[in-house]
């Protein structure tokens, strides 16, 4: 019998991308189905993927969409009340006799120093832990997408990106590769080989952003120039992108453990679990290359 997955957070970087994925896992026996604020979402509108209403702040959505639901991506956008989403919707999940979670949370989750990010994702997996339901958890390094989704318009109109990182290194990972992993563990026949394991998931080599500026000039023909900035000036220009409070502190404690140089560990969870190498920096840079132009 097919197997429905619910992917949330699919408009987003990562979900958009599982959602891509699972439609694609070649003789998958698998209904997928995308949530979005809107059930008119037009994201998905070429992928005949069906899109149900889900909206963390309605909590009336929640069991709709989850019903009849086999497997759950579970996906929170990165704010304070992030573990209370989390909540949420694990208990609907439960009464809707959901089988399995695949959680994205973050890496270093339960590393000490602990700072608010890997504090909240740490709290959620505990939520989910606790509810008895299967789960695997994914915990990613900083995505290479980040250049697109906050670096690429100073990329594109000054030829630099201003990042508070020092020459710290860190082990940058591309979403489709943590989309990769999330697919292996939500497949049918793999499920069982993923149940409560935690999967640190980064690139196959650590680099620092003066060198992720090297790569970029390199891959996309033009020259563009890495500027280490102070926390101070980093608060400024997040402020000035209309960051909230809570997101600048959170950044600036992220950035903070970047340049003690935590953020270099480099695992192996990518090739062990999908059987390929993880994509480099130089192969991202060139993909993407048009959004930098
Ligand atoms: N960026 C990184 O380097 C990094 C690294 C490790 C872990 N993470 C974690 O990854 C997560 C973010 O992933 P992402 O970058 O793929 O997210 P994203 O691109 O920012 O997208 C967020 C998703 O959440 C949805 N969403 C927002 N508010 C919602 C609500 N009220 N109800 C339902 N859905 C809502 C958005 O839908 P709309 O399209 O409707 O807004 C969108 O699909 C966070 O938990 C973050 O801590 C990020």
């Known amino acids: 019998m097919a ?93 809707a006799g959901v089988k399995y979670i ?55 109109t000054q030829g630099a990106f201003y990042v508070p990182a020092g020459d710290a290194k860190a082990s940058f990972v591309d979403v489709r590769d943590i989309a990769a992993v999330a697919v292996q563990a939500l497949s049918k026949n793999g499920t069982a080989n993923h149940i409560r394991k935690v999967y640190d998931i980064t690139g196959g ?13 390199k891959e996309i023909g033009k020259k563009v120039n890495y500027v280490n900035i102070s926390d101070e000036d980093a608060r400024k220009g997040m402020k000035d992108m209309g960051a909230d409070e809570w997101t600048i502190n959170s950044m600036i404690e992220l950035f903070g453990i970047t340049r003690a140089g935590y953020l270099s560990e480099i695992s192996s969870a990518v090739e062990q679990v999908t059987g390929n190498k993880p994509i480099t920096f130089s192969q991202f840079a060139r993909e993407y290359a048009i959004a930098f132009k």
Request: charged fraction near 20%.
């Open 205 to 217: 080599e650590a680099i620092s952003y003066g060198q992720a500026a090297e790569i970029l000039s």
């Open 102 to 156: 695949v959680k994205q949370s973050v890496l270093g989750a339960d590393a000490e120093p602990s700072i608010t990010p890997s504090r909240l994702h740490r709290q959620a997996e505990k939520v989910i832990e606790e509810s008895g339901i299967p789960f695997t958890f994914l915990r990613p390094n900083f995505f290479m997408q980040n250049f697109v989704t906050f670096y690429s318009n100073f990329i594109k």
């Open 3 to 95: 197997e429905t997955i619910l992917v949330t957070g699919a408009t987003g970087t990562v979900g958009s991308e599982v959602v891509k994925q699972l439609l694609s896992a070649k003789g998958e026996d698998i209904i997928v189905k995308a949530a979005a604020r809107s059930a008119n979402d037009s994201t998905f509108r070429d992928l005949g993927v069906q899109v149900v209403q889900l909206d963390y702040n309605k909590p009336y959505t929640l069991s709709s969409a989850l019903r009849d639901i086999d497997k759950l991506f579970l996906l929170t956008p990165f704010q304070s009340n992030m573990v209370d989403l989390t909540s949420n919707l694990v208990n609907e999940a439960k009464n």
